[in-house]
């Protein structure tokens, strides 16, 4: 069965603390890894694809890269605004229309 | 507008109820997802269309629940005999064709909130 699990469930950082959030996947015939960034009450807003292992995507303070087996997506000097729940999804073999997301990863920065 | 629309955005509900919900996509997005989402969990996929079909309902938890797109455009999520686990944020979203690699680039709307009492 496809599977995405992501972990920390929730994280905490001091503005300026760098760290990374993990997503495990067993997504037969994966055909891209996708991040989003959801914040409370909206909907999940996209910010990189992934497509093959050693892979990796940068987007001002935010690097995803990409194995085999898992994707990271790496924060660096994480600001407040950062804040918000990140979501991992794996697109099974035969298509994009069905991603399979992790559950998320609850992120906190405080100044 | 420029973004997926989605209304209501709350709907408070009684068990046994019939519910629709309706979702307006991004202009030129020929692929339109329906995803649900309960608290602290990721999306669940529900129901894929390309055009005005149905490419993909696999998602669907049972046949209480339907979606139709009669124009290639606006969508409406259709719940019949509503029960308390149909509780949930229900995303609508758009993208480019289903077909080539932009296509698990989903633009999301802000959800229609569902609560079944």
């Known amino acids: 069965e496809d599977q995405v699990t992501q972990s920390p469930e929730a994280l905490r950082l001091q503005e300026g603390e760098s760290s990374s959030l993990n997503c495990s996947y067993t997504v037969s015939g994966l055909r891209g890894l996708f991040w989003y960034r959801q914040d409370p009450g909206k909907g999940p807003e996209f910010l990189f694809t992934?497509?093959?292992a050693g892979e990796e995507k940068e987007k001002e303070r935010l690097k995803a890269t990409l194995t085999k087996k898992e994707s990271f997506l790496h924060i660096t000097a994480p600001k407040p605004e950062d804040s918000a729940t990140y979501l991992c999804?794996?697109?099974?073999?035969?298509?994009?229309?069905?991603?399979?997301f992790g559950a998320g990863t609850r992120l906190a920065v405080h100044p | 507008g420029a973004g997926v629309s989605q209304t209501p955005s709350n709907k408070v509900t009684e068990k046994g109820k019939y519910v629709e919900l309706r979702c307006d996509p991004i202009s030129g997005h020929t692929a339109l997802y329906w995803y649900r989402q309960s608290l602290g969990q990721g999306p669940e996929f529900l129901i894929y269309?390309?055009?005005?079909?149905?490419?993909?309902d696999s998602g669907l938890p049972n046949d209480r629940f339907f979606a139709v797109r009669p124009e290639g455009s606006v969508s409406t999520l259709k719940i019949q005999r509503t029960e308390r686990g149909d509780s949930a944020v229900y995303l609508c979203a758009s993208s480019f064709t289903g077909r080539n690699n932009k296509a698990g680039e989903l633009f999301f709307g802000e959800g229609s909130r569902l609560t079944v009492l």
């Open positions: 992934l497509y093959s």
């Open positions: 269309f390309q055009g005005t079909g149905a490419a993909d």
């Open positions: 999804a794996g697109a099974p073999g035969g298509g994009y229309n069905k991603l399979i």
